[in-house]
């Protein structure tokens, strides 16, 4: 009751632009903010996100009919729960104004994600053909992206894309199905590979060095802004396709320095900074002003100098060095426990 | 040869980001540095060394952030113009990540 006198009365604040749901597993509590929602939401009119980050399977339909009928100028639609798969029709009821729309998993897949896959792949494929010509963000967990119905489609409005989660599991053409699809988006500003730790170490690259059969077509990601990517490979062809006039590059740890850890899960070993410099070379980016990197220690000098002679206009620059294992977590104590001399020594000298 | 040497080129660096950087660790005595005006464990930070001295050789730049990789529970930030320390602080969930 308190929760929802809450949230009846946040709502009155018709400048939210965003408005972000999280579930609760009670179904009276799921009804009863359906129900503030119903009226609150007409009344909203900055609001122009919405964003679900957990199942509300109870009142799903009714949440779904509300954003159909009551948000006519929404624009962006980020789904966190695979609750919307048992019904996919309802995607295709979006109001005609987005243009956005990010979905993923909030949880690591379950164990039997191999069967639920396919359903969530058939709705997302009903979606995509529906309203892909006009969407301009996507995000999308990797898995399935990389599957091949996102070739063959025209992706002319299509500004940012976003691939998250767990590599691919396919293999196999699933580097061409992206290179691919990557040909398809002329308006692309921004793409963002950002993939979770997993237990088996596959090797991702977003362009196949032994690809030979796809071919990139005028203009390939001539328009790109921004290149995020976890856990880059040297190997990666996508390397000498970057335009010159890229602002951004962010190639960071997989996992991330500062995420914690679990001994099952396998960090791939950093690059080393000298590999990282000729991963740097395959592209001449004059223009970069922004970029992250995540180098292996020991970090050096010559680094430094190579970053300068390359990116002479650099504004921004986060230098990131790992260790094989830097933080290890026991997922069965929550412990947390330095592995790293380097890492305690540093800790001493800060204070 | 410093840390602060490498990024002199970089004109037009004004945001400098640095995580679980041992390089940065030893401290810099290539600018003399002033009578700490703040509590000594914050200012005797090597990190404090570091980031007066990249803010001399390094005319444009305006942040330097130490990210927590340093320790788990370590994050410094120091903001500056032209060689000159305006504040230091630590911000305790500046690196988290989630």
Known sequence: ?351 | MTLADGLAPLVRLRELRLQDLTYIAVPDDAVPQPAPPAPADVWASPFYNVARTLGVRVHSLRHVVFLGGYACEEVCRVEMRVGEVITFWQAPDAGAEG
């Open chain 1, 1 to 351: 009751v308190c929760a929802s006198a809450l949230l009846s009365w946040t709502l009155t604040d018709r400048r939210y632009s965003t408005l972000v749901l999280v579930g609760s597993p009670a179904l009276e509590i799921q009804e009863a903010t359906l129900s503030i929602l119903a009226q609150a939401i007409p009344h909203l009119s900055g609001l122009h996100t919405f964003r679900v980050q957990d199942s509300l399977v109870g009142i799903w339909q009714g949440l779904w009919d509300l954003l159909s009928t009551s948000i006519p100028h929404l624009a962006r639609l980020e789904l966190h729960s695979a609750a919307w798969t048992a019904c996919p029709q309802m995607l295709c009821a979006l109001p005609s104004s987005f243009a956005s729309v990010s979905y993923g998993h909030a949880r690591a897949p379950p164990p039997e994600y191999q069967e639920s896959m396919l359903a969530e792949t058939r709705a997302l494929n009903t979606f995509l053909l529906i309203h892909g010509a006009r969407l301009a963000r996507l995000a999308l967990p990797a898995e399935l992206a990389m599957l091949a119905f996102l070739r063959g489609q025209p992706w002319p409005a299509l500004r940012a894309l976003s691939l998250h989660g767990y590599p691919p599991v396919r293999g196999g053409a699933a580097s061409s199905d992206l290179v691919a699809f990557l040909g398809a988006t002329p308006a692309l500003r921004a793409l963002r590979v950002d993939l979770a730790r997993t237990k088996t170490a596959l090797p991702f690259v977003v362009f196949d060095p032994l690809d030979n059969e796809t071919t990139v077509p005028p203009g390939f990601l001539a328009g790109l802004h921004t290149f995020s990517l976890t856990r880059p490979e040297r190997a990666d062809r996508i390397f000498h396709h970057l335009p010159r006039a890229l602002h951004t590059l962010e190639l960071l740890a997989y996992p991330r320095p500062t995420r914690f850890r679990t001994s099952e899960d396998i960090a791939p070993p950093p690059v080393p900074c000298a590999e990282m410099l000729r991963m740097l070379g395959a592209s001449a980016l004059p223009d970069l002003r922004v970029l992250r990197v995540a180098v292996a220690a020991p970090f050096d000098r010559a680094f430094v100098d190579g970053l300068a002679d390359m990116y002479p206009l650099l504004e921004v620059l986060e230098l990131q060095e790992l260790r094989q294992q830097d933080v290890v977590v026991d997922a069965r104590e929550h412990t947390v426990r330095p592995s790293s001399s380097t890492s305690r020594t540093c800790s001493r000298r800060a204070r």
